[in-house]
């Protein structure tokens, strides 16, 4: 089943899209922005509560902490 397709036009205020919600699935409740950053090595967002900063190529990257495969397993691990 294929999806409809949506035709978009430029409204006169600028907009495009009429069916798309604004904003970004990533945005943060909070007063600070940024809720969720992802990964340089694995590249999925996690809570920056959930990541360490490592020096890579020269800069301070954001890494899963403590790596890449431990955050994946608690974060599919059931719970209880």
Do not use: N, W
């Not at 294929?2 to 006169?12: C, G, H, L, Q, Y």
């Not at 590249?43 to 495969?69: D, M, T």
């Amino acid at each position: 089943m294929a999806k409809a397709d949506t035709k978009t036009t430029i409204d006169a205020d600028g907009l495009r899209y009429r069916s798309k919600t604004p904003g970004s699935p990533f945005t943060a409740a909070g007063a600070f922005g940024a809720a969720t950053m992802s990964c340089f090595l694995c590249g999925k967002h996690r809570p920056r509560s959930q990541l360490k900063s490592r020096r890579l190529l020269g800069k301070a990257q954001f890494v899963c902490a403590p790596s890449c495969k431990e955050a994946e397993a608690a974060a599919t691990a059931p719970k209880a």
